[in-house]
């Protein structure tokens, strides 16, 4: 199994960028699937973004579309999260997350098997 690390989180004012990043150890990075999912308080995890395992297909959820962009450099074992103009509404933990396949739906919690910790995201007014 591989084992996902969340790193880049922290506090950003409203209208500001963060680059998070996912790093992997375990099995052969380049082959998973890695998705990103945020969860609020109170709140159902939400799906952010996914990437298959060459990074040529990628997918986003709607309430990030056109803020974010993931990336994935697997000579670094590395997936990427880029956000801009952030919301307070983005603050979150945002967690990694693997799976062995690329799909035509990506976006459910249930189709990943290996889990990172998570990272904090707070976006201030």
């Known amino acids: 199994q591989v084992q996902l690390v969340e790193s880049g989180g922290g506090l950003v004012q409203t209208g500001g960028s963060l680059r998070l990043s996912c790093t992997a150890s375990?099995?052969?990075?380049?082959?998973?699937?890695v998705g990103w999912f945020r969860q609020a308080p109170g709140k159902e995890r939400e799906f952010v973004a996914a990437?298959?395992?060459?990074?040529?297909?990628?997918q986003y959820g709607n309430s990030v579309k056109d803020r974010v962009t993931i990336s994935r450099d697997n000579a670094k074992n590395t997936v990427y999260l880029e956000m801009n103009s952030l919301k307070p509404e983005d603050t979150a933990i945002y967690y990694c997350?693997?799976?062995?396949?690329?799909?035509?739906?990506?976006?459910?919690?249930?189709?990943?098997?290996?889990w990172g910790q998570g990272t904090q995201v707070t976006v201030s007014s």
């Open positions: 997350a693997a799976k062995s396949s690329w799909s035509i739906i990506n976006y459910l919690p249930s189709q990943y098997d290996n």
């Open positions: 375990g099995r052969t990075f380049s082959k998973v699937v």
């Open positions: 990437s298959s395992s060459s990074g040529g297909s990628t």
